[in-house]
């Protein structure tokens, strides 16, 4: 019986080391979920705003979708001129393919002038262009895009003309708020 008596002491006493040995442990810090703060890209926000614009339109014709990307370059950039070079320069991401130049000459289309459309496609259309290739993404659809999105021409009268702030001085608030002595007649 004393044997049994040993060994449920020896059960206890592991039981008892094995909480302070836990209570010991330092707790495990919490973790804070840190937030970045999202780059936009506002190239993207202007074509989601156009397609969705253009999408309502009745008439859909080259010159609604020039108005309806102007349209959105005007809510989403400051100076949105902006927006038509970033168009720009996603469309010589496409020019720039060996494959889109010979696919574009081989139908008769402006490979600048169908990059441009593309870009308003969206980045989906761009990526499986840049993975599968322009016969396999659009197609004969190509063919719809010969005439150019960007021409200056068209939309110069779209943009919105820049807010600048004028400065105000105290001298304009003095005069503002001074009545004007009105002349004596004699």
């Keep these: 019986m004393e044997n049994f008596n040993l060994n449920t002491a020896n059960v206890n006493t592991n039981a008892t080391t094995n909480a302070n040995t836990n209570a010991k442990e330092p707790k495990a810090k919490r973790q804070r979920k840190v937030t970045v703060a999202r780059k936009t890209d506002k190239l993207k926000d202007v ?4 397609q969705a614009k253009f999408k309502q339109q009745l008439h859909q014709n080259l010159e609604v979708k020039i108005e309806c990307i102007q ?3 005007n809510k989403w950039y400051n100076d949105p001129m902006r927006a038509w070079y970033d168009i720009r320069s996603k469309s010589r991401l496409l020019t720039n393919l060996v494959d889109f130049n010979l696919y574009c000459n081989k139908l008769g289309v402006t490979a600048e ?3 441009q459309h593309i870009v308003y496609e969206g980045p989906g259309v761009i990526n499986k262009i840049l993975r599968d290739g322009v016969q ?3 197609g004969e659809r190509i063919l719809m895009f010969n005439k150019p999105l960007y021409d200056p021409k068209k939309i110069d ?3 919105a ?3 600048i702030p004028i400065p ?3 001298d304009m608030v003095a005069d503002a708020e001074e009545p004007k ?3 004596k007649e004699e």
């Design 168 to 170: 105000i001085t105290l």
């Design 157 to 159: 009268g779209l943009i």
């Design 71 to 73: 349209w959105a370059a």
């Design 181 to 183: 002595a009105e002349p």
């Design 161 to 163: 003309a820049p807010v």
């Design 113 to 115: 002038y169908a990059a």
């Design 47 to 50: 074509i989601k705003s156009a």
């Design 136 to 138: 396999v993404a659009v």
